[in-house]
């Protein structure tokens, strides 16, 4: 009998995708770097709100423009926009406070931790399993975030923990969004998401006493992150998720820690100490062992 061997080969991505990969780790990796920027000049809440509005002006403007901004959408999912938008404010008003207290580069290393809190909802709400590799690296991450967040009296303690409650908060919006958005147009579902978060951080910034005019220098700084940390990077990130398998997409994203780490130091002479580099190498380890079992 002839025996007939079948050669698979590995995808072959274009120059285009890696282009928009690339932009994609700067962006990404720029989003404590924005909330570090903004710290002296407005407080936390109130800018995550600002932040949040200008992007939804941005792209509800753009959706309208094309005559594709349906508000019965937002009537027929009501319940579902207003559970993502106020897990999604949370998480951003939480990630926000934290860097009065923590690096931008640790904080991009333990935000990492969301794939696993994203494999643990998988479990437990999904009904999914786990394989031997995946319960080890999920061990490994845990390992690393209690090795940067274990400060007993320490301001870094505080802010890390701030980091993986906000974490959680993004994770279960994911999870929220994988089971309930397929029939949902992707446009209606940005600007909607967005329109809901912004009415809460509205809420939080005025229930915190925090909302002020801000002044021109500030409003520059706020109109580059909704334009370049919301509308540009969460596009990219769309745009990349659908040429890249997932599990590429998010062994490739792990990269943006790096050049968080190294952005912060040349903007704010800011460096991980040894603990947190230590403890954020066993967080990117073990999100590459969990999705190295996703394979």
């Known amino acids: 009998m002839q025996q007939i061997t079948v050669k698979i080969s590995a995808p072959v991505f274009s120059g285009r995708a890696y282009a928009l990969f690339a932009a994609l780790l700067v962006v990404d990796s720029f989003h404590y770097i924005f909330a570090r920027l903004l710290l002296p000049h407005i407080h936390p809440t109130a800018s995550a709100f600002f932040v949040l509005a200008i992007a939804t002006a941005q792209v509800m403007g753009y959706a309208a423009l094309r005559g594709e901004l349906r508000w019965r959408v937002a009537l027929r999912h009501f319940w579902f926009f207003a559970s993502i ?7 951003t008003v939480l990630s926000y406070l934290s ?3 923590i690096d931008p580069g640790t904080a991009s290393m333990l935000g ?8 643990l909802l998988g479990v437990f709400w ?5 394989s031997r590799m ?6 490994l991450a845990v ?5 940067i967040s274990y400060y007993p009296g320490a301001v870094m303690q505080w802010g890390a923990l701030l980091i993986l409650l906000s974490t959680f ?18 446009l209606d579902f940005f600007a909607f998401r967005l329109l809901f978060t912004s009415i809460f951080l509205f809420f939080f910034a005025v229930g915190g006493g925090h909302l002020r005019w801000p002044d021109a220098m500030t409003w ?6 909704g334009t370049v940390d919301v509308v540009i990077s969460r596009a990219l990130y769309y745009q990349t998720l659908r040429l890249f398998p997932m599990s590429i997409h998010t062994i490739i994203l792990m990269l943006s820690p790096v050049a968080a780490i190294a952005a912060s130091l040349a903007l704010f002479g800011e460096f991980p100490g040894a603990r947190e580099l230590v403890g954020g190498a066993l967080v990117l380890a073990g999100v590459w062992i969990v999705n190295r079992a996703r394979r």
């Open 169 to 186: 908060f993004y994770a279960l919006h994911t999870a929220i969004v994988k089971r309930w958005s397929d029939t949902i147009n992707f």
């Open 112 to 119: 990492k931790t969301g794939v696993v809190f994203s494999l």
């Open 99 to 101: 860097i009065a207290y």
């Open 85 to 91: 938008g106020f897990l999604i404010a949370a998480s």
């Open 143 to 147: 390992t690393g975030a209690f090795t």
């Open 126 to 130: 999904l009904r999914e399993h786990l």
């Open 134 to 139: 995946q319960v080890a690296g999920a061990v």
């Open 220 to 225: 520059l700084l706020l109109l580059l992150t």
